[in-house]
Structures are given as C-alpha cells and as structure tokens.
T-cell receptor
Framework: GESVGLHLPTLSVQEGDNSIINCAYS??????FIWYKQESGKGPQFIID?????DKRQGQRVTVLLNKTVKHLSLQIAATQPGDSAVYFC????????????FGKGTTLSVSS | SAVISQKPSRDICQRGTSLTIQCQVD?????MFWYRQQPGQSLTLIAT?????????ESGFVIDKFPISRPNLTFSTLTVSNMSPEDSSIYLC??????????????FGQGTRLTVV
C-alpha cells in the first residue's frame, strides 16, 4: 500500500492499493475528529469520525487512527477505487467553544486504473 | 442526517455591492456555521450562526463585512458586504446536531460560488 508519514498535498495510487492519508491537528483540547471527502463542485461529504477516547475506528473500507500524543490523525482506505479520487480533509472541533470544525489542509487522492 | 440547500449556487457581482446567501436545512439542527473556501484551498470557518443572537465570528472576520442572521433553527443567511475581488470564493453553509452536548457530524451544502468583478 501507499503511505505517507507527513502531510502531502497529493497522493497517487493504483486501483486496488491501500491508501493512507495523514493529518496533523493543532488543538490539544480537541476531542472530536472527522474525515471528509470533497469532489469537484460539491460540498464536503462525511467519511468517518472518531472521538478522543478511542484510537481506532473502522468503517466500510476505511479506518481512522488517532494518536493524541503527537496530535496525528490518519485515514486508511482499503482497496482504493477510481471513485475514491477526490480531495480529503481532516477536521477537529478546534474552535474556542469546541462546537465547530476546523479543517486541516487537504490531500488530493488520484486513483489510476 | 440533514439536507442543506443554499441559494444562489453561484453569482457574479460588481465590486462595492453586497450579496446575501441563504441556507435552509431540512431538519432542526442545533448549530449552523458559515465557511469560506478559496479555490484549491481548505475550508476556513467564518462564524457560528446563533439563533436569535449575534453570530460568533472567528479571527479575521467581522460582522460589518459578513453580517449573519439566524431567525430560527433551520434557516440562516450570510451577507458579503461591499465586495471586492478578494471576496471571490466558495461560501459553504454547514449544520450539525449537538447530541447530549457533544458535537457530531456536520453536514454541508453544495456551496455558493461567488465571483466579484
């Protein structure tokens, strides 16, 4: 599978590979984290979320890992498909009240068949 | 889940004018927000739209430039005032339920693509 240790703005993978997208968050007080997928011309679409009392959560073909020690979040996509091509954003409830999502830099995932 | 409708979906405006963007949610939600997304960039939180009171603005955004209303639980407006070309961006409305005082997934509208000429 393809993985990146640091945030990179783009990730290119072959269909069927596993993809790992990384994100560093900024607010140590954040306790809710979420990954979104955004396709061109559309609003962000929910993929998976995780709270700070967990370090791993699995969905359908996706897994989110949370490392609070180093404030790092990752999204793993298994058996990546061309339809997964999009921009992926992580977000944390990092505003002062903890009620709004603050977005990280996106990663553009390109899947070739 | 919630479905969010924004109007207009896009507009081209003259500098110095103002545009009001409407956001309608199909179910009652606790929190509503406005974001800006410049081309190829991430989303930046403008403000939290509070029902029946003044919006809470993030650093770098002020009420005079981005007045926000939220008259009820399902509707909000964002006005971009005295526009300049630097205001050209996508503006996104978001809504989230707060369940048992805990934030949950936020839903997004399709956005309003604003071009200022």
């Amino acid at each position: 599978g393809e993985s990146v240790g640091l945030h990179l703005p783009t990730l290119s993978v072959q269909e069927g590979d596993n993809s790992i997208i990384n994100c560093a968050y900024s607010n140590s007080a954040s306790d809710y984290f979420i990954w979104y997928k955004q396709e061109s011309g559309k609003g962000p679409q929910f993929i998976i979320d995780i709270r700070s009392n967990m370090d791993k959560r699995q969905g359908q073909r996706v897994t989110v890992l949370l490392n609070k020690t180093v404030k790092h979040l990752s999204l793993q996509i298994a058996a990546t498909q061309p339809g997964d091509s999009a921009v992926y954003f992580c977000a944390e409830n990092g505003n002062q009240a903890g009620t709004a999502l603050i977005f990280g830099k996106g990663t553009t995932l390109s899947v070739s068949s | 889940s919630a479905v969010i409708s924004q109007k207009p979906s896009r507009d081209i405006c003259q500098r110095g004018t103002s545009l009001t963007i409407q956001c309608q949610v199909d179910s009652q939600v606790t929190m509503m927000f406005w974001y800006r997304q410049q081309p190829g960039q991430s989303l930046t939180l403008i403000a939290t739209a509070n029902q029946g009171s003044e919006a809470t603005y993030e650093s770098g955004f002020v009420i005079d430039k981005f007045p926000i209303s939220r008259p009820n639980l399902t509707f909000s407006t964002l006005t971009v005032s005295n526009m300049s070309p630097e205001d050209s961006s996508i503006y996104l409305c978001s809504a989230t339920p707060i369940y048992r005082d805990r934030i949950t997934e936020a839903f997004f509208g399709q956005g309003t693509r604003l071009t200022v000429v």
